[in-house]
């Protein structure tokens, strides 16, 4: 027996269209640099038949899935303390270590947290006036 079935006009070319879409979506994936490179990407193809009692005619779904490979983790660092009215706060370390001073992509003197500080701001934090 031979069977006339095209998987790309499979459905009116839905199941072939879907397919493509999310080969799309792999090379995409494979193309982002924020993603593993050596990790597998995978398209999943599952065709399910369910004939009827007469064995004559068959309900056909297909369902393609992928998988691909997560984004890297992003890790920054914060810093915690706590008001004079005993509120805690928080923010990202931007300076490399607690209470140092560092020039901001601006060239400008700025906190550990990347907030730019005045001459006299800067002049208080090294005990001057």
Same mark, same amino acid.
């Given at each position: 027996?031979? +069977?006339? @079935?095209? @998987?790309?006009?499979?459905? #009116?070319?839905? %199941?072939?269209?879907? /397919? #493509? *879409?999310? *080969?799309?979506? %792999?090379?995409? #994936? %494979?193309?982002?640099?924020?993603?593993?490179?050596?990790?597998?990407?995978? %398209? +999943? @193809? +599952? @065709? +399910? *038949?369910?004939?009827?009692?007469?064995?004559? /005619?068959?309900l056909v779904s297909a369902d393609i899935k992928t998988t691909l490979a997560p984004a890297h983790g992003i890790a920054t660092k914060l810093i915690f303390g706590m008001e004079k009215d005993g509120n805690v706060v928080a923010a990202e370390l931007a300076s490399g270590m607690k209470n140092q001073m560092m020039i901001d992509n601006d060239g400008d003197l700025a906190d550990d947290k990347g907030q730019k500080v005045s001459y006299l701001e800067r002049k208080q934090a090294q005990g001057g006036k």
């Open positions: 027996m031979k +069977t006339n @079935i095209d @998987i790309g006009t499979l459905a #009116n070319g839905a %199941v072939g269209e879907r /397919i #493509n *879409l999310e *080969l799309q979506k %792999v090379a995409e #994936n %494979v193309q982002d640099p924020n993603t593993d490179w050596k990790k597998a990407r995978k %398209v +999943t @193809i +599952t @065709i +399910t *038949l369910k004939p009827d009692e007469e064995r004559e /005619i068959a």
